[in-house]
């Protein structure tokens, strides 16, 4: 084995040349690596793209929701208006087809019109009068309101002036507005009259609109003596007026939808008539939408478009962070291997000097184990014979003159004999210590029990002692463990400071492990000294009160790390001490 090692510190192996030129191959960047770092790249653009195409679907599905959300608003407003207007229908059927203004008054002031329906101009009143009613209309009418007139003239051969409108100041305008006189007005409510449902308007301007900007009128028809006619021909005959609603569209849209909540903007045209157009429209916008609604007789057309407050909400950094972060992670992979490219060839050449100390290194253990052994020898055969002789030297001086000699020579001779024993155990202790790790030992059944009970029978213990082991067989390299059970059970005894004790051999199987615990009943090793105690030379008292030379522990703490395990004392330095070790379960490969 030495020969070997010896050569392989001179020449390198063909094995060892062909590993060399495969680091050295793997030392420089290959098509490999470009190609991780190309597939890398298009990974960063894939997730870039797809991620990309993500946010654009969840923020067109948003805008989707904000346009939809849009209409639903205005149809729910025109829906609480129209409920508004059929509530004066009741009320007016209620009277029997007619109202005094006061009553009119009283239920326009019930709605609270400018809380509860903003974008609202006001609610009103208009009766049918015929050619033949008018005289009487204008004279009930004028008892309450003596300057009411009807205007402005036309040629139509019916009459349906506004009569009541509430708040009447901001629409004092429209008192007495005939809606027969313009085509849009007229043919609504004429359509309102011969379907008995609601109807708008097409686009107008308002008598009461200083700006003379876009809106619409809104009628609800009521009918003579609350009567519900089922046929065109009862509803024209019957009709008796209608409520209805002005409306001016700015106002209605910004009642209806708070601008500054709105993240879309809104145009809305009737028959190619512009009816409303939200000036915060983006110039660029994201996304657009056409929709037609069905409103009350009329076609409204919904261009909306996402506006500026839109873009703001929606901005969405991520593609571009995974866009800039993939490529930040492409270029650290890329500089990653030219590091590793350079970190190989800068590790081969400390491998090459590093080989070149080991080489010199490796010559000089092998000195150094040539040396040992003849240590070793030097100890077993030079410094063992005078040690003998001086031991035999002193049995024939304790034959021989044991009569002659004073109690003090007598003691003197004692001791010298007690310490020649103890050297002798040291050198032997010494070499077996030094020969740990010399040879490898198969592994072999052994029950735990019946050697537990040999080697307590062999060390000779004291009657008031005992050793308890279970009664399981193990595989384990028999002679290395029988050493350490040795040790372990004789210091159990050896140091043990009574006449009785209980000596404990317990065993677990941990996960690729055997786990020994000697364990006995007497004095206890504080946890400061658990290291010292493991060390070479150490005894935890005075070396003339206790029999050996104070490395057994460190001889088994030894065997047990050259094994692949380990030795742990457990004792808080009280009464007991437990010794506990783990042995691999399979036999360790050098």
């Not at 873009?311 to 972060?325: E, H, K, T, Y």
């Not at 002692?465 to 040790?487: E, G, H, L, T, Y």
């Amino acid at each position: 084995m030495q020969h070997a090692a010896g050569d392989i510190g001179c020449q390198k192996q063909p094995g060892a040349i062909d590993q060399r030129k495969k680091l050295e191959q793997a030392g420089n960047l290959h098509w490999v690596h470009y190609l991780v770092v190309a597939l890398s790249i298009l990974l960063t653009l894939g997730a870039w793209y797809f991620s990309k195409q993500q946010v654009l679907q969840k923020v067109e599905q948003q805008f989707d929701r904000e346009a939809q959300q849009t209409i639903e608003l205005i149809k729910e407003r025109m829906e609480l208006y129209e409920n508004a207007l059929w509530g004066g229908v009741s009320l007016i059927d209620s009277n029997g087809s007619e109202i005094s203004h006061q009553q009119w008054s009283a239920y326009a002031n019930s709605l609270h019109i400018e809380k509860t329906y903003p974008g609202i101009n006001g609610i009103g009143v208009i009766f049918n009068i015929q050619p033949h009613q008018l005289a009487a209309y204008l004279q009930k009418i004028r008892q309450s309101r003596p300057g009411y007139q009807i205007f402005p003239e036309h040629n139509k051969q019916e009459f349906w002036p506004v009569t009541y409108i509430e708040p009447e100041r901001p629409n004092r305008k429209a008192v007495g507005l005939d809606m027969a006189f313009e085509r849009n007005r007229y043919a609504s409510i004429i359509k309102a009259r011969d379907s008995g449902e609601a109807q708008l308007t097409g686009p107008i301007t308002l008598v009461q609109d200083a700006r003379q900007t876009p809106g619409f009128l809104f009628y609800t028809p009521f009918y003579l003596n609350a009567r519900k006619p089922t046929t065109l021909a009862a509803r024209q005959q019957y009709i008796k007026g209608v409520t209805y609603a002005p409306f001016i569209m700015s106002k209605l849209m910004q009642g209806t939808l708070a601008e500054h909540k709105r993240y879309v903007a809104v145009r809305i045209t009737d028959n190619s008539e512009e009816l409303y157009y939200d000036s915060q429209s983006d110039p660029e916008p994201m996304f657009k939408k056409k929709t037609i609604v069905p409103m009350y007789g009329r076609q409204w057309h919904f261009d909306i478009r996402s506006n500026l407050n839109f873009r703001q909400a929606v901005d969405n950094s991520q593609p571009n962070f995974i866009l800039i972060g993939g490529l930040i992670i492409d270029s650290l992979l890329l500089g990653l291997f030219i590091f590793l490219s350079r970190a190989n060839r800068t590790a081969l050449f400390y491998a090459d000097q590093m080989t070149a100390e080991l080489e010199t290194k490796t010559r000089n253990l092998e000195k150094s184990n040539r040396d040992l052994e003849e240590f070793s020898y030097v100890a077993s055969h030079d410094l063992k014979s005078p040690l003998n002789a001086i031991k035999q030297l002193v049995g024939w001086l304790e034959e021989d003159c044991i009569e002659f000699l004073p109690d003090s020579s007598r003691g003197h001779l004692k001791l010298l004999k007690q310490r020649s024993e103890r050297m002798m155990t040291l050198l032997n202790d010494l070499l077996a210590y030094a020969r740990i790790g010399s040879q490898i030992y198969d592994n072999e059944d052994v029950n735990l029990r019946e050697m537990s009970a040999e080697i307590f029978t062999f060390l000779d213990a004291p009657d008031g002692f005992s050793c308890s082991a279970p009664d399981i067989s193990i595989k384990i390299a028999r002679i290395p463990f029988d050493f350490v059970m040795r040790n372990l059970i004789s210091n159990a005894i050896k140091h043990h400071d009574r006449a009785t004790g209980k000596i404990t051999v317990s065993y677990q199987k941990k996960t690729g492990f055997h786990q020994f615990r000697i364990q006995d009943d007497g004095p206890g090793i504080p946890p400061p000294l658990h290291k010292k105690a493991m060390e070479m030379f150490q005894t935890l008292r005075p070396r003339d009160q206790v029999e050996g030379s104070g490395m057994g522990l460190a001889m088994v703490n030894k065997f047990a790390e050259h094994q692949g395990g380990q030795l742990t004392i457990e004792s808080d330095g009280g009464r007991g001490t437990g010794i506990v070790i783990l042995w691999p379960m399979e036999k360790l490969l050098d």
